[in-house]
């Protein structure tokens, strides 16, 4: 299996009023494994008019607002009109096929994917024409989910705890993070939850 693991960077948490600052993504070949310097890597940072958010999520993008003030010229950064057809062209050049509607819909993955990122995508200008997500997403929180002594699904740095990585804090960097995700998702390729069940018989 091939997805996306896509991150976003905002200034805020509303994505009727605040704005995608930066967007990363990988492709993960589930079946191929490669080293995760090496996963072909998609990133943009977006430039905006005007950027409206919270003074928290302000401070925590700090270097993507002195990377966007600079003036020399810079290959990762974009308008918000631009950033799904190139991530369209990038989709295609790693052999994404557009369907019959001529959107090219991709599984994605992603810590808090579809109760966060999703609502800033769909307010790009292309979004479910130029590119679009399969309705199932992959989120690393239901694998590290403690079902007795849980109460909610595990933050980031929790799921990294229990995956008893090295480095346990939470970048908030686009690529690092949608990296971070292939790495809580990899140890599960191997040994899928529905085979941990004793007596399982599913199809392969």
Not at 141 to 162: E, H, V
Not at 172 to 192: I, N, Q
Request: charged share 25%; with cysteine.
């Amino acid at each position: 299996m091939r997805y996306l693991s896509l991150d976003l960077e905002t200034s805020g948490s509303n994505p009727l009023r605040h704005q995608i600052l930066e967007l990363a993504a990988v492709v993960e070949d589930a079946r191929h494994p490669l080293p995760l310097a090496e996963l072909p890597s998609f990133r943009r940072i977006i430039r905006h008019p005007e950027i409206t958010g919270t003074a928290g999520a302000l401070a925590l993008n700090a270097r993507l607002l002195a990377e966007l003030a600079r003036k020399e010229p810079n290959p990762e950064l974009c308008t918000p009109a631009e950033l799904l057809p190139q991530l369209r062209e990038w989709l295609q050049s790693q052999s994404f096929k557009p369907d019959k509607n001529d959107c090219v819909r991709v599984t994605m993955a992603g810590k808090n994917i579809a109760v966060f990122d999703l609502g800033f995508l769909r307010e790009l200008p292309g979004w479910g024409t130029l590119v679009g997500a399969e309705p199932a997403m992959l989120d690393p929180a239901a694998f590290y989910l403690n079902w007795r002594k849980d109460s909610r699904l595990p933050t980031m740095a929790i799921c990294k705890a229990r995956a008893r990585f090295d480095d346990r804090d939470v970048a908030h960097e686009a690529l690092a993070d949608a990296l971070d995700v292939v790495r809580l998702l990899r140890p599960f390729y191997e040994l899928p939850v529905y085979r941990q069940v004793p007596g399982y018989e599913v199809a392969d």
